[in-house]
């Protein structure tokens, strides 16, 4: 450990004697320095007998000296270094218990809080550098050193809602992170959290001993103190450390975090295993980031993790052992749930995988008309969230990394899913490795300065669309404007990189998922209009899923697209994204239209369209049709071709080959 000396205090003499000086003058700064020193061994022996003796604070030192100057230093800076004190057991300390700083700007001049660590899967008879010929068992986490008395906060993933004499400090720094910080620094780093695997993984926890290890990739800016550390604890006390080859630590330019520096440093050096700490001087984002942590790395894989996440017992071995069988995978942990306000453990869906929006975005989707009998089984995914993934570390190279024209974040997660399947790989997320990870209340710092946070993505989202999705970006575009006027910059070589890995077709890609969004028999794609100028319009917002179950409006016709593209299809359903134009059953008469998740079979979807009398015709309420009611209802009316208000045409937009 880097060891913080005692400074040398500095003199200084002067050139030369003023003149006609008595000889005898001399005697009386000699007489002030010998006083000084007296005053100085008098507090050192007080220093020494009260602090020498305390049990929140001991001096290793052997001599009466050494002891002095260490109890000297607590006197007047509160400061014994590494080298000098025994440090108490992070186990052993309630968070509560430490000096904190007020600001998150401040810097601490107490000693670095040391937990005794523990490799809890070596037993003792594995070398770490040679290897191990006996095969890794998940530990039960009652196993683990150091268990916290349960009545602490946080323990086993339980919430802490911030009391009384908090609150004042809660709401003040909430906005340094957009989660609540101040109940963060209760909860202790090492605390105990539960072991939510189901009974399949449990019974599947036995591991090839030979593995491969990982170089674990965490980038952060601004990151809150107490989150990050208790990242790093999480992963050294729930990971084998031979499979740990390093941890990379990247700050991208953090502003006003003085913990995020020397502190930091001093902390890292206490943990058992190998661990890096870069600096960008100036901001990269996200993906450029984590490029350039990648390009150091020498594990044989990548483990990329939020900085703000706690692993949970035996996350790694599922995710490396289907690398193992696959190099080509890309496989994802359940991200549990981390509460922004109370840090409390929420258990993730096992039964999901992720989509992807005509917005462009990520979304999770339920895994429907299966029963999944193995539920320890990975579970084939089209995209990816992209926070938490392990990837063999060549394969990374071979993909091209990420496209480093995505700046700062998003998109690069679908970059990254159409690429792994398009190009031969596969993407999993495994049902049997939990990470759980705060979610913030909103992003608390700005992207670039020259942009808006929208223009940024939507550029990315260009890029995205240019190179992968081919004649399916004119979709995109259309629901997307914004996303169609904007520059997304030279992607001449990510589109080399695609031909050079002989990538397949975006239609195969969708061919091999049929997502609900993406159907196949569709016949227009465009804005369906009355004959008054009132378009159909879902009024949803950029989350999709948001408008399930809300009303259809009718709007004046813009021609800008948006939420007045719809999808029409050869089955007579009528698409906006996944959802579906159907009657709201629960009123009898001149029933609302609204939008529903869209099922292949299901009849209460069906719209006939009478080409002679340009009404959309319902197939399950006969003689009902779809009308416009007042200025902007849509309703489902007696059919009557002498309303215009029923009679509807399609305004084609997208010209997509079936």
């Given at each position: ?10 003199t ?34 007080f ?10 604070t ?37 968070q ?17 809080t ?6 809890i ?12 010929e ?31 004499d908090?609150l004042?400090?809660s ?7 957009m ?42 800016h ?40 020397e ?10 295993v ?5 600096r ?7 993906i ?13 894989t ?27 995978s890309?496989?994802c ?9 109370a ?14 929006s ?25 995209t ?6 392990a ?13 480093e ?9 679908l ?11 596969r ?13 913030r ?5 700005k ?19 240019l ?24 992607v ?7 031909a ?20 196949f028999?569709?016949r227009f ?28 409006s ?10 007045q ?64 009611s007042?200025?902007s ?15 509807w ?5 997208v010209?997509?080959?079936?």
């Open positions: 450990m880097r060891r913080r000396g005692v400074g040398t205090p500095q200084s003499t002067r050139d030369t004697m003023a003149p006609n000086r008595n000889e005898s003058n001399s005697f009386h700064p000699v007489l002030i320095t010998s006083l000084i020193w007296a005053v100085i061994l008098i507090l050192s022996v220093a020494t007998s009260r602090y020498s003796s305390s049990s929140s001991k001096c290793s030192q052997t001599g009466l000296v050494q002891k002095a100057f260490c109890g000297i230093g607590h006197v007047f800076i509160g400061f014994c270094s590494d080298s000098d004190q025994n440090g108490e057991d992070m186990g052993d300390i309630h509560s218990k430490i000096q904190r700083t007020k600001s998150a700007k401040k810097i601490s001049t107490k000693p670095v040391k937990i005794q660590f523990k490799d899967y070596d037993d003792g008879v594995c070398d770490r550098d040679q290897g191990c006996d095969n890794y068992v998940i530990s039960d986490e009652s196993l683990m050193m150091n268990q916290n008395p349960s009545d602490w906060p946080g323990e086993m993933g339980s919430a802490y809602l911030p009391p009384e908090l004042e400090e709401k003040a720094r909430f906005a340094e992170n989660f609540d910080i101040a109940v963060s620094d209760r909860i202790a780093l090492n605390r105990a959290m539960p072991d939510i695997r189901n009974q399949n993984c449990k019974a599947h926890s036995e591991f090839n001993h030979d593995l491969p290890n990982t170089s674990i990739i965490i980038v952060f601004n990151e809150g103190n107490s989150t990050l550390l208790r990242t790093l604890v999480s992963i050294v006390n729930r990971t084998p450390w031979r499979l740990i080859h390093e941890i990379i630590l990247l700050d991208d330019a953090s502003v006003d975090r003085e913990y995020l520096h502190p930091l440093q001093r902390f890292i050096e206490t943990l058992p190998r661990t890096i700490l870069l960008n001087d100036k901001r990269l984002g996200l450029s980031s984590r490029v350039k942590a990648a390009k150091i790395a020498t594990g044989e990548l483990m990329f993790l939020d900085s703000h996440v706690e692993v949970l017992n035996g996350w790694l071995f599922y995710l490396l052992e289907e690398i193992q069988k696959d190099r080509k890309i496989v942990p359940i991200i549990d749930v981390l509460t922004w306000d840090f409390q453990l929420l258990h993730g869906a096992t039964d999901i995988f992720g989509t992807f005509w917005k462009m975005i990520f979304r999770w989707s339920k895994i429907e008309g299966t029963t999944i009998i193995d539920q320890s089984a990975p579970i084939r995914t089209p990816m969230a992209g926070g938490l993934y990837i063999d570390r060549l394969y990374f190279e071979e993909l091209g990394m990420y496209d024209g995505i700046k700062i974040w998003g998109g690069e997660n970059e990254m899913s159409f690429k792994c399947w398009m190009c031969g790989g993407i999993l997320i495994h049902p049997c490795s939990h990470v759980a990870h705060v979610f209340k909103e992003t608390p710092y992207f670039l300065e020259h942009e808006s946070i929208f223009v940024t993505i939507f550029k990315n989202y260009k890029r995205v669309a190179v992968w999705l081919d004649e399916y970006k004119e979709l995109i575009y259309a629901v997307n404007p914004d996303i169609k006027r904007l520059d997304g910059g030279d001449s070589s990510r589109l080399e990189l695609r050079k890995l002989n990538c397949s077709s975006f239609r195969t890609y969708l061919d091999m998922f049929k997502l609900k969004n993406f159907p028999d569709h794609i465009g804005s369906i209009s009355t004959n008054g100028r009132r378009c159909l319009d879902s009024m949803t917002g950029p989350d999709i899923s948001k408008g399930l179950n809300t009303k259809v009718a709007q004046a016709c813009h021609t800008e697209g948006g939420n593209i719809f999808l029409y299809t050869k089955s007579n359903r009528i698409h906006f994204d996944e959802l579906c134009l159907e009657p709201n059953s629960d009123k009898t008469s001149n029933q609302d239209i609204i939008l529903a998740m869209c099922v292949e079979d299901r009849i209460e979807q069906k719209w006939e369209y009478d080409q002679q009398t340009s009404q959309l015709k319902h197939q399950s309420y006969k003689g009902q049709c779809l009308q416009v007042g200025s209802d849509v309703v489902l009316a007696q059919c009557d071709i002498n309303i215009p208000s029923q009679k045409s399609f305004n084609k937009e010209q997509l080959h079936n």
